[in-house]
Nanobody, 128 residues
Framework: QVHLVESGGGLVQTGGSLRLSCAGSGRTFSNNPMGWFRQAPGKEREFVAAISWSGSYSRYADSLKGRFTISRDNPKNTVYLQMNSLKPEDTAVYFC?????????????????????WGQGTQVTVSS
């Protein structure tokens, strides 16, 4: 099992930027696809971005392409989410997730059921 801890959330104005980090411990996740999801009050958890374990492949929610970038540093066991041009509708708790099950080097799952371990989340609030 991977223990995941998110950080980097906070309050930012519209148009601002934040970089979220997700640090893993307990085992290395260099062979695991990683994802970011978010959940706003009263809404279901939604997919944000995913990155293959190789780091060479990534996938984004269509509505976020061009503003968000996912990356990973396997030696540091850390995944990042760079968020630019933030909007009030980006306000949510952001979660990172790891898929522990066997995966191809290019796999970038977008469904929560494809992930096995989750962090506790970090709050991002974008003020108008």
């Amino acid at each position: 099992q991977v223990h995941l801890v998110e950080s980097g959330g906070g309050l930012v104005q519209t148009g601002g930027s934040l970089r979220l980090s997700c640090a893993g411990s307990g085992r290395t996740f260099s062979n695991n696809p990683m994802g970011w999801f978010r959940q706003a009050p009263g809404k279901e958890r939604e997919f944000v971005a995913a990155i293959s374990w190789s780091g060479s492949y990534s996938r984004y929610a269509d509505s976020l392409k061009g503003r968000f970038t996912i990356s990973r540093d396997n030696p540091k066991n850390t995944v990042y989410l760079q968020m630019n041009s933030l909007k009030p509708e980006d306000t949510a708790v952001y979660f990172c997730a790891a898929r522990v099950r066997d995966s191809t080097f290019y796999y970038t799952p977008s469904s929560p059921v494809e992930y096995d371990d989750w962090g506790q989340g970090t709050q991002v609030t974008v003020s108008s």
